[in-house]
């Protein structure tokens, strides 16, 4: 029993300490920093590559944002991958002015976002394309007018690596789409934003984002998991360098609105994470060792703290209904080390979520169904990471986007 004691208080202290960590880190989002000097003052001209596979209903929206941007029409060329598409996507995408790539692909293990990238921009390092750099977006984003002009503005003051502030477009359709919107919105704050305050990085979200060009040119869009997003970001901070944050250039996301959708998606985005979990680890705490800098600190610990920690946590739950069932805990002493793990689990995010809606302006009353069903949410997310630690399909699965949602509608909203 004393052994199982000391075992305890030592994953106890392990958890107790990494989260005191994310604690302190999060707090550091309410400093508010001046603005980085501009280090040349400049129109750099960009593309925007638009991945899309059967998307002929969202995508004229996303490119119409795109054509209405506040910034020099003749420095913004938009180009769409239609991407083994078996609809209309590629003559809409032409139709509302896009400049379109076909591309079909036989290898089921080939039919993902970032293959997609790959074969599109080794075209455009094969060409020497005139371009300084590039955003990503999803074919159901809109964008905000301001997007082009807040990353330009990311360029001119010699940031290479820029992630934009990803807003929904549809948080209030169901509890599902409100449970992303709440997790979207806390990540902003609390992971994105206070990283960006402390010089640290931030990670890719998977669109709305830009990268300099140059950056990409030595290997392309060179990423072989399901979340190519956080890889790029993972690789680029084992190289010392970081991600930037703008919650000036806003891109809208349409969100799953069903359960069957959002366990899919999900369970794409935990075994991404897992693939990065050995793809990476032993990169990033080689990087940490060689650099010894926070950002690759943080980094390491943020592979870390996702599944990993799940799995310590529900070691020291088992330990706890061990030690009970032996004798070495009373009832009363196990439901508080239960209650000590579901309350700031499930039921914290409520509040955290309330707090940074307030803080953000965003519509606390509209979104209260969703905050309900928010433990519901997070509790789906931790089956899909125990299912995956034993199941795992690698297979990219498309999510259907149907909200006919235009930049002025979610302006209006």
């Keep these: ?12 202290w392990l958890i107790t300490i990494y989260w005191l960590y994310q604690l302190v880190i999060s707090i550091c989002s309410f400093v508010k920093l001046k603005d ?30 795109l054509k209405n941007q ?8 938009i180009y769409v991958i239609a991407d083994n598409c078996t609809d209309n996507t590629a003559q809409i995408a032409r139709d509302a002015g896009a400049i379109v790539y076909e591309r079909t692909e036989q290898d089921k293990k080939k039919k993902t976002k970032g293959a997609a990238l790959q074969w599109f921009l080794k075209q455009k390092i094969e060409e020497n394309a005139d371009y300084d750099a590039l955003f990503i977006f999803d074919a159901d984003n809109i964008v905000d007018v301001n997007f082009t002009k807040a990353m330009n503005k990311k360029l001119c003051q010699g940031e290479e690596v820029v992630q934009g502030y990803r807003d929904i477009k549809n948080p209030t359709d169901s509890w599902i789409s409100a449970g992303y919107a709440i997790f979207y919105w806390t990540m902003h704050r609390f992971y994105h934003l206070a990283r960006y305050n402390l010089g640290l990085s931030a990670l890719l979200n998977g669109t709305g984002f830009m990268v300099k060009f140059d950056v990409i040119k030595p290997t392309g869009w060179d990423t072989k998991t399901l979340v190519e997003d956080i890889e790029f970001s993972l690789k680029n901070i084992i190289a010392g360098k970081r991600v930037d944050w703008s919650t000036e250039a806003i891109v809208y996301d349409e969100q799953p609105v069903g ?6 998606q999900r369970t794409r ?18 990087a940490f060792k060689n650099k010894k800098t926070v950002m690759n600190f943080d980094g390491l610990l943020y592979m870390l ?4 920690m799940m799995i310590i946590t529900i070691v020291l739950l088992i330990l706890n209904f061990v030690m009970y069932f032996a004798g070495g805990m009373s009832t009363v002493d196990l439901w508080i080390n239960v209650l000590k793990y579901i309350l700031p ?4 995010p409520i509040f955290t979520g309330i707090m940074i809606m307030w803080l953000d302006k965003k519509p606390i009353k509209k979104m209260f169904k969703g905050l309900l069903f928010y433990p519901l949410f997070l509790g789906s997310w931790l089956l899909i990471n125990i299912k995956c630690l034993f199941v795992r399909n ?20």
């Design 259 to 264: 359960f069957k959708q959002s366990w899919s």
């Design 36 to 65: 980085k000097p501009l280090k040349e003052n400049k129109n750099h001209k960009f593309m925007a590559i638009l991945p899309a596979h059967n998307e002929e209903r969202v995508i004229k929206n996303l490119i119409e944002s």
């Design 394 to 413: 690698t297979e990219w699965k498309k999510i259907d986007h149907v909200r006919d949602i235009k930049i002025k509608d979610v302006k209006e909203k």
């Design 1 to 12: 029993m004393k052994y199982l004691y000391v075992l305890q208080q030592a994953l106890v």
């Design 269 to 286: 985005w935990t075994v991404g994470h897992i693939q990065c979990l050995k793809e990476y680890t032993g990169d990033l705490a080689l």
């Design 70 to 77: 506040d910034y020099p029409k003749e420095l913004l060329d």
């Design 305 to 308: 703290g996702s599944i990993p």
């Design 345 to 348: 689990t499930f039921f914290l």
